[in-house]
């Protein structure tokens, strides 16, 4: 059996993104990932449920969330 490594073994997951330039961070939903970037798909606002492709360079990390990041997720 392969294992798959991260990223790959989030897709479909829920992750906290960081853009690179920003310090602020988004609740994703991972979608694809590829040597190219990865698509991901919003979980709140008015763009919820949008899918985006990121290219690498615009991604400066990313993690599973833990539950002080889905509470402030959720106030705002």
Known sequence: MKE???PQAWI????ILCRTG??????VALREVSEL???????AGE???QLVFVPWGSVSWMRPPIPEDLQAAETG
């Not at 920003?22 to 609740?27: A, I």
């Open 12 to 15: 479909g997951q829920d992750v």
């Open 22 to 27: 920003t310090e602020s961070w988004e609740l």
């Open 47 to 49: 763009v919820k449920g």
């Open 37 to 43: 970037g990865l698509a991901y798909e919003y979980k």
């Open 4 to 6: 798959e490594r991260i």
